[in-house]
């Protein structure tokens, strides 16, 4: 069965100090759990009052305890992870637009292969796929057929239906 964490003084002022400071709800919500736990409440109690799981109310201490404060308040959710910024990747776009608007096809082979090798490491097809969208890229493929076209033997039984002109 695991220990209670015992927490000094200083550290229920600065966990209550990092709270007044934080402007980002899910950290204020991650402090306030440590801050009831640190005051002495139960698992349950916490839980209850904070809406997080008992478990997850246990992993936050040990979290502090293991990384301190800042593993706690801190961003966790970065966002932007791209290689390149949005110019650089309208960069690489920009011979392929030029094709596509003369009517050729482009491929997201040769797309993923221009930018693996701006980038200097292997990429998903699927990112490929975000930066196109990011671009205002869509898929567009010439169909095959009509879909409300007649069927073959629909039409040569209308050539024979026909009167002949007359002239």
């Not at 979290?63 to 960069?91: C, P, T, V």
């Not at 392929?96 to 930018?115: C, D, N, P, Q």
């Amino acid at each position: 069965m695991a220990s209670n964490y015992k927490f000094s003084n200083e550290e229920m002022a600065a966990i209550k100090a990092a709270r007044r400071e934080t402007k980002d709800k899910r950290a204020d919500a991650r402090l306030k759990a440590l801050e009831l736990r640190a005051e002495g409440m139960e698992l349950s109690e916490v839980s209850q009052a904070t809406g997080f799981h008992a478990a997850y109310v246990s992993q936050l201490v040990a979290k502090y305890r293991d990384h301190g404060l800042e593993a706690i308040s801190g961003n966790h959710y970065g966002g932007n992870h791209r290689n390149m910024s949005f110019e650089e990747e309208a960069a690489i776009l920009a011979p392929f637009k030029a094709r596509a608007e003369k009517g050729e096809l482009v491929e997201i082979s040769e797309i993923e292969t221009a930018y693996q090798q701006a980038v200097g490491h292997s990429i998903g097809t699927s990112q490929i796929y975000y930066v196109l969208h990011r671009h205002g890229w869509r898929k567009v493929m010439p169909r095959s057929r009509h879909p409300k076209k007649a069927s073959e033997e629909v039409i040569e039984t209308s050539k024979k239906l026909k009167p002949p002109s007359v002239n």
